[in-house]
T-cell receptor, first 112, second 109 residues
Framework: NAGVTQTPKFQVLKTGQSMTLQCAQDMNHEYMSWYRQDPGMGLRLIHY???????DQGEVPNGYNVSRSTTEDFPLRLLSAAPSQTSVYFC???????????FGPGTRLLVL | QKEVEQDPGPLSVPEGAIVSLNCTYSNSAFQYFMWYRQYSRKGPELLMYTYSSGNKEDGRFTAQVDKSSKYISLFIRDSQPSDSATYLC?????????FGTGTRLQVFP
C-alpha cells in the first residue's frame, strides 16, 4: 500500500512553460485535492475532486487545471507557468470530503 | 484577518520539556479541529482530531479546544528530538479545511 504518491519530486520550469504534476493514490479514496504551501501562507487549496469526473475550485485555482478520469489519479496542470507559482505542491486524499486527509510527499516547483 | 492564526516560531525547547503549541481562529462555524505534523521536506500527517470543546489525549499528545475563546492548543509531554517538526493546526466546517501557517518546533538533546 503506497498511499499517496506524487511525481516529480522537484521540477524547474521557465516562465510560460506548461507541465503536469502527477498524483496517485491506492486507497480507493473518493476525495482528492491539491494544495500549495508557501512560507507565511500555510496550505491553500487549489482544486479538489469528490469522485471520478467531478472537480471543483478551491481557494487559489487561477493558472491551474485538473481532471479526474479515474479514482486513483488526480493530475494538476500548470497551463503557463509564472514565478508566482513557485511553491511546494501537495496532493491529498480521503474517503470523503471532510474526512482525515492523507498527504503525498510533495513536489517542489521552481519557476524562473 | 486569516481564519486560523498560528505563531510561526521557531520554538526551541530541551528534551523532556512540556511543549504548548497554540492557534486562534475567527470562524465560529468550525466544527472540527486538527493538528498535523510535518517533518522537513515531507507531507503533513494527521496527529490529532477533535470535535467540539474539551481535551483529547493520545499518548504524549493532548489537544485542547476552547470554543468560547476560539483557541486551540496542542501539548506535548516529555518532548523528544524526534518531535522536531512543523505543527499545523486546522479548522473544518462542512467541506472547508483551513490551515494555520504552522509552528516550527525544535527539541534539542
Amino acid at each position: 500500500n503506497a498511499g499517496v504518491t506524487q511525481t516529480p519530486k522537484f521540477q524547474v520550469l521557465k516562465t510560460g512553460q506548461s507541465m503536469t504534476l502527477q498524483c496517485a493514490q491506492d486507497m480507493n479514496h473518493e476525495y482528492m485535492s491539491w494544495y500549495r504551501q508557501d512560507p507565511g501562507m500555510g496550505l491553500r487549496l487549489i482544486h479538489y475532486s469528490v469522485g471520478a469526473g467531478i472537480t471543483d475550485q478551491g481557494e487559489v485555482p487561477n493558472g491551474y487545471n485538473v481532471s479526474r478520469s479515474t479514482t486513483e489519479d488526480f493530475p494538476l496542470r500548470l497551463l503557463s507557468a509564472a514565478p508566482s507559482q513557485t511553491s511546494v505542491y501537495f496532493c491529498a486524499s480521503s474517503y470523503s470530503m471532510g474526512e482525515t486527509q492523507y498527504f503525498g510527499p510533495g513536489t517542489r516547483l521552481l519557476v524562473l | 484577518q486569516k481564519e486560523v492564526e498560528q505563531d510561526p516560531g521557531p520554538l526551541s525547547v530541551p528534551e523532556g520539556a512540556i511543549v504548548s503549541l497554540n492557534c486562534t481562529y475567527s470562524n465560529s462555524a468550525f466544527q472540527y479541529f486538527m493538528w498535523y505534523r510535518q517533518y522537513s521536506r515531507k507531507g503533513p500527517e494527521l496527529l490529532m482530531y477533535t470535535y467540539s470543546s474539551g481535551n483529547k489525549e493520545d499518548g504524549r499528545f493532548t489537544a485542547q479546544v476552547d470554543k468560547s475563546s476560539k483557541y486551540i492548543s496542542l501539548f506535548i509531554r516529555d518532548s523528544q528530538p524526534s518531535d522536531s517538526a512543523t505543527y499545523l493546526c486546522a479548522g473544518r466546517h462542512t467541506d472547508k479545511l483551513i490551515f494555520g501557517t504552522g509552528t516550527r518546533l525544535q527539541v534539542f538533546p
